[in-house]
């Protein structure tokens, strides 16, 4: 006796729609992280931290507006706002990197992603730019919130409008600089595990361990020692970038002496080496 097999119909077709390809992919990549670093399309809870920092920065703001609409003073300047908020950006990256890394790694979709017509560069390219739009933002519109409240209340009319014009822009020059290079650093720590908390723990250490030396440079009798001593930190060494291109130092504390190109090229180095690094890591994990 034989057996028969038998061929059930239970409704599979073939995909006959549009087929977008990589660049959607991209997109779609991009636009899911940058909605992930604010909370949407996730839990309450995954909402509250990045919107308090967000609270937090544009209270400030709203508060530095306020003062000078008031008494005509300037508190801080647009870079000067990016330089005091630092420790937030950094807590900011801590959280936003594993989300964005981290979270992929863990659930095991890098092989998804990877399958096609998405590419590492791609996958890099999307979290990267992502992460970097999340920073600027979370600086660039407080920022500009400084900026109504100058140009609604300045006393010169359309000079003064363009007057804070001009200072706007190079302050928003000064927050890509920031998100640039903090994102750079908090991408290639996340990639490195699947367990968020590490990798936030990781990112927060870089940033807390290359203070104190920098700390320690600065009392050294040697004035060249002194003057590069913001080379050993990121957030010196933007701080030193800015002083440079602004023609003097940010704080007391930080002198670059004639060591600002030196400054610009760490960093250029370093956002260049993190790239390269996720580049790397991430062909190694689309290979396997």
Sequence with gaps: MSEAGVIHDIGYQR??????????????LYVHGLRAAFGFGRSAKA?????M??????????ILAAVRSQIGEVIFTYVQFDDQMSWLIIFFVAILAPVLMSRDIRSGTLPLYFSRPLRAADYVIAKYAAMVTAVWLLLGVPQLIMFLGAAFTTKDGAQG???EVLDLVPGWGYSLLWALLF??????????TGKQAFAAGGIVAVFLLTTPVFGVLTVLPSTTAHQMAGLTSPMTLIAGIGAWLSDGPADMELDIGRFGPVYAIEAVCLITACLLLLLARYRKVASL
């Excluded at 977008?20 to 779609?28: K, P, V």
């Excluded at 994102?183 to 490195?192: F, K």
């Design 15 to 28: 995909y006959t729609g549009q087929r977008l390809g990589r660049g959607a992919a991209l997109t779609a």
């Design 53 to 62: 920092v967000a609270g937090i920065m544009l209270l400030v703001a709203v």
């Design 161 to 163: 409008v363009w007057n």
């Design 47 to 51: 909402k509250i931290f990045p919107w």
């Design 183 to 192: 994102s750079g650093i908090g991408l290639l720590i996340a990639s490195l």
